[in-house]
């Protein structure tokens, strides 16, 4: 283990290790050929204590820094790359938007049955017409009165590519409430699996990561007690970057463990398969690949590890967080490259390992910010206001 890591961090490694290899890596293939929502190893997880990690203990999470979940989702994606998307959505996304902007009526209302992994969280910012543009939401919330006289919110539209949609039962959804206010007029609420006016449409057909059971969701005049707004009206945009920014920091961490997968698998085989009479090992040519994989793999986990102290220590890490997660994305993809050429045609087919890490990593560099995203949020960050 990494000799910065805690010895804490050194025995929870080696403790999700040994679940992941014993749990997650059997099933992997069969996850991805059916494209099956894990949940077998979500309850897993969820014995460990993972799903409730970064969560405060009064709120029923195991607590833990980001650090720790660094740690824990690079063995996870090593062996599972679906699995440690699902985990990823559920802690970083859907369970931390209500830690972070929930009052603590509401924090108490979802988060221990979310931190337990009783129930499934999910985010849903994205839309047909937005992607990167996260301020052309479409998806609208207006204010009205309940049979009862009580204020509600009457949500229309509709969000696409919802990791978890499909399983889960809390949603974290971003609405526009005024668009003529721009960033000042989107508005973040909390939907229930269940709500009237709320369908679930699952996607299928991904190129990777396709046991995370993406999901489109429909509102059509879904009624949402004025109670389940995070924040106040006009905080989404603000509420969704902050929560952007600490989760690529967990994205950054996914790549290193299915960078760490490509590497080990290219290891072995390198060591095994021989051609003219000596193992590949022995050839140059891949020493020289698995030394370039090594050190980028290396380099990928001190970025990541940075943005992840900064992160705990609460001090400011946007840049490098991008930064973590531009680079590990960008390098995952070169080692994944790598660890298939070294295997050559076996490397190609499925069942191949790499053949899988190989899809799995390509959305590393689209969701939660597009490398070209990445490179303008640390861009502006050097520049400045000019």
Known sequence: MQPFYTEQQTMLATTVREFAAEKLAPRADEVDTLEEFPIDQFRGLAELGLTGMTIPEEFGGSGGGYRDFMVVLEEVAAACG????????????????????????????????LASGQKIA????????????????????????????????????SKLFCTNGAVADVFSVFTNHDRAAGHRGVTAVVVEK???????????????????????????????????????????????????????????????????????????YAKQRETFGRVL?????????????????????????????????????GKESAMAKLYASEAAGRIASKALQIHGGV??????????????????????????????????ALIGDI
């Open 82 to 113: 679906s699995t440690s998307t699902v985990l990823i959505t559920h802690v970083s996304l859907g369970s931390q938007t209500i830690n972070q902007a929930g009052s603590d009526e509401q924090r108490q209302r979802w988060l221990p049955s």
């Open 122 to 157: 999910a985010f849903a910012l994205t839309e047909a017409g937005t992607g990167s543009d996260a301020l052309a939401l479409e998806t609208s919330l207006t204010r009205a009165k309940s049979a009862e006289g009580k204020d509600e919110y009457i949500l229309n539209g």
């Open 194 to 268: 269940g709500t009237p006016g709320f369908t679930v449409n699952p996607q299928h057909g991904k190129m990777g990561m396709k046991g995370c059971a993406t999901a489109e969701l429909v509102f059509d005049d879904c009624r949402i007690p004025v109670g389940n707004r995070l924040g106040e009206e006009g905080e989404g945009y603000r509420i969704a970057l902050k929560i952007l920014d600490s989760s690529r920091i967990m994205i950054a961490a996914q790549c290193l463990g299915l960078a760490k997968g490509a590497l080990e698998a290219a290891l072995s």
């Open 281 to 317: 090992a022995t050839r140059q040519a891949i020493q020289f690949m698995l030394a370039d994989m090594a050190t980028e793999l290396d380099a990928a986990r001190l970025l990541t590890y940075r943005a992840a102290a900064l992160y705990d220590e609460g001090l400011p890490h």
């Open 347 to 380: 490397g190609y087919f499925k069942p191949s390992v790499v053949e899988r890490i190989y899809r799995d990593q390509r959305v590393t560099e689209i969701y939660e910010g597009t490398s070209e995203i990445q490179r303008l949020v640390i861009s502006r």
